[in-house]
């Protein structure tokens, strides 16, 4: 199994009571809320974690983009992207780096991200997976002014155009219907041969997720409720249609985050983490309204009205903004206890859902630099070397992973 | 009085036969065409009771329909939208019939006016969105909560009209597509004037020719009844009519006042 940090900037000096009086976490006023001390700390904390982790033995280190909200201040991923490209490079540390990632139906400027995620490719030795997400409504459709109707339209033109990008050996006009351009003909190219690993982040549409598997790429389950709740039926469902496409069932297809904290016994990981988890939550994706999520247009009607038509519980999801620690541990949402106790969970979930890729989220909402670093090292140290040869003897191959700069590329003359 | 059965819908194929235009029918008389607003299409008790005397023609944004929601695919801008409203209504003969636009409506029928002076009858605009003015912005209703759309339609969100407008179907799968609908109708429309509804109207609008009627609410808490005079003064001849005490969904929210000016307006 693969096992990366999964890092996001979270405002961490929002009140206790946020969410008692702020409607919304991408909506609440910057001059308000933060000063330069505390975005000072929240992007340098980042930062820091993000390298720690690198130097940790991570096999990766994964960013996100969210514009314009206070629980992920990364505009562009491709920024702290190239901070840790280059001290994978320069201190040889042998990690992924995992964009997921510049969103494709939310950009109006499809051939940067391609020429971004190239330089990344370069500048990081040949580290890079390129992820796609398509972007969250309210940051493509809110932020970015896209037409909800346009959102998934441009995804597919936009990745379309960049596959081209890196591939082509002439240059090209593109006429797409969202994007033209006279002369395509990108420097640098992806230095990975054919091209970098490919993931499709999601939250489990089927559409998607059988696209996923046509285009032999590897699906993301992009979301905090983790491998237990977050993939509950969504795996069930992708692994079926992996048999009737007579694919594989490789575990490494498959990537999710999951919240974790570790401590030297369960009973100090619940005291130390729990409260920053449970805030964390409330503050984060607990503080985005449901309309956020689903703009007009831009989940097709059918979609919407299966949505709306579902009449099941929609557990512990639809309570994020006041789940306590302690629901959120007895989901599953988080896993944080010993470093035995996190090892066997964390074992025993990726084993049932056939999940090849974890993507450790360590740090959560306003929890402080120092403790996010203790169980960034207690998490390298003392989990992540068990857990790593989990599906080892199943002798799958990972080919989703990045091959660094092919050998016979040779050296500059 | 008419009902539901007498509605019919003519489907006309435009755009060199890429896309089917919806068009919902209903009444007799003259004809006439009410272009609906952003959140989708009802026959209304306003409509109901205008098409006592003429033959109301709604064509619908493609997509609004969700016999074909997808139509919305292949109509690219509002330059293609207004090309296929026309297209459609000149095929049903309308080309002299009067316009009614209800907000986004009524920007279209702007668009349909300047694009095509003379083309069409007079012009009936209630509330319509298309300029903007940084001192008084438009206010967002793709953000807002559902629960806050009373108050940003009606100056009285108690009223009658709409309590009617919001009551869902009691069964869960008609509560569920309901709102699935109207939500994919601002979809649709949102495609023409997200994330701004400024498409460059105030360019054009001087074309317009048509005897023109301008009706706002004067508590509008969607768009400014400032705007009412903006129209007025770009609109040459335009008439402008104000409605104390009265929110955006005019023609619901005062369906009387507004059917007496209309019909004095039109005349017959």
């Known amino acids: ?413 | 009085m008419a009902t539901v059965t007498d509605v019919r819908e003519e489907i006309v194929p435009v755009a060199d036969d890429r896309l089917d235009m919806r068009v919902q029918v209903r009444g007799s008389g003259p004809p006439l065409v009410f272009l609906h607003p952003a959140g989708g299409f009802a026959w209304d008790p306003f409509l109901e009771a205008l098409s006592e005397e003429r033959t109301v023609y709604a064509p619908l944004v493609p997509g609004v329909s969700p016999a074909d929601p997808d139509a919305i695919d292949d109509v690219r801008d509002l330059f293609e939208l207004v090309l296929c409203e026309q297209e459609a209504l000149s095929a049903l003969g309308l080309e002299g019939a009067d316009l009614i636009g209800a907000s986004f409506g009524g920007m279209l029928a702007c668009e349909l006016q300047a694009t095509f002076p003379g083309m069409f009858g007079k012009l009936v605009l209630f509330a319509p969105i298309g300029l903007w003015r940084d001192d008084a912005p438009v206010a967002n209703w793709m953000m807002t909560a559902p629960e806050d759309f009373p108050a940003l339609l009606f100056g009285d969100p108690g009223c009658e009209a709409a309590q009617a407008m919001f009551t869902l179907p009691d069964d869960p799968a008609a509560r569920a597509d309901a709102i699935a609908a109207a939500t994919w109708a601002m979809g649709c429309t949102a495609k023409f004037v997200w994330p701004v509804p400024d498409r460059g109207l105030d360019r054009r609008i001087h074309r317009i020719s048509a005897p023109t009627l301008v009706i706002w609410g004067r508590d509008d808490a969607l768009i400014s009844s400032v705007y009412a005079e903006e129209f007025g003064r770009r609109i040459k001849g335009a008439r402008v009519e104000v409605l104390d005490g009265c929110g955006h969904a005019l023609h619901l929210e005062r369906e009387q006042e507004t059917l007496a000016l209309v019909r004095a307006f039109l005349g017959g």
């Open chain 1, 1 to 413: 199994m693969k096992v990366a940090m999964f890092q996001q900037a979270p405002y961490r000096f929002l009140p206790a009571d946020f969410e008692q009086h702020y409607a919304a976490c991408v909506t609440p006023r910057y001059r308000e809320l933060a000063d330069t001390a505390g975005i000072t700390a929240t992007i340098h904390g980042m930062l820091d974690e993000l390298v720690l982790g690198a130097r940790s033995g991570f096999d990766g280190v994964v960013m996100t983009e969210h514009a314009q909200a206070a629980y992920d201040i990364t505009p562009n991923p491709s920024l702290p992207g190239a901070v840790l490209a280059n001290t994978l490079r320069t201190e040889d540390i042998d990690a992924a780096l995992i964009m997921l990632g510049r969103s494709l139906g939310k950009t109006r400027e499809p051939l940067k991200i391609a020429e971004e995620y190239a330089m990344l490719d370069v500048m990081s030795g040949g580290r890079l997976i390129a992820g796609f997400p398509v972007g969250l409504s309210y940051d493509a459709n809110i932020n970015q002014g896209i037409p909800g109707v346009d959102t998934r339209g441009r995804f597919r033109e936009g990745y379309e155009l960049l596959r081209r990008a890196w591939a082509a050996d002439e240059p090209f006009a593109f006429n797409g219907r969202y994007a033209q351009y006279a002369h395509v003909n990108i420097w640098p190219r992806p230095v990975q041969e054919p091209h970098p690993p490919l993931w499709f982040p999601g939250s489990g549409n089927p559409g998607t997720m059988a696209s996923v598997l046509d285009e032999d790429a590897a699906f993301v389950l992009l979301t905090w409720l983790g491998v237990q709740v977050g993939g509950q039926g969504i795996f069930d469902r992708f692994w079926e249609m992996c048999e009737e496409k007579g694919k594989e069932a490789n575990p490494y297809r498959v990537a999710v985050v999951q919240v974790c904290a570790v401590a030297e016994t369960d009973e100090r990981a619940e005291r130390e983490y729990g409260p920053w988890l449970e805030r964390g939550f409330h503050h984060g994706l607990g503080s985005i309204p449901h309309h956020f999520f689903l703009q007009p247009g831009y989940v097709p009607l059918r979609g919407l009205q299966g949505m709306l038509r579902a009449t099941g519980d929609p557990g512990i999801g639809a309570r994020l903004h006041e789940a306590t620690f302690a629901e959120l541990a007895d989901a599953g949402c988080v896993i944080v206890g010993s470093p035995a106790t996190v090892r066997e969970r964390l074992e025993a979930v990726c084993r049932e859902m056939r999940v090849g890729n974890v993507l450790a989220m360590l740090h959560m909402g306003e929890m402080p630099h120092e403790l996010a670093e203790k169980s960034i090292r207690m998490f390298s140290e003392e989990v992540l070397p068990h857990v790593r040869g989990m599906w080892e003897r199943d002798g799958y191959e990972h080919r989703w992973w990045p091959t660094g700069i092919p050998e016979t590329a040779g050296a500059v003359a």
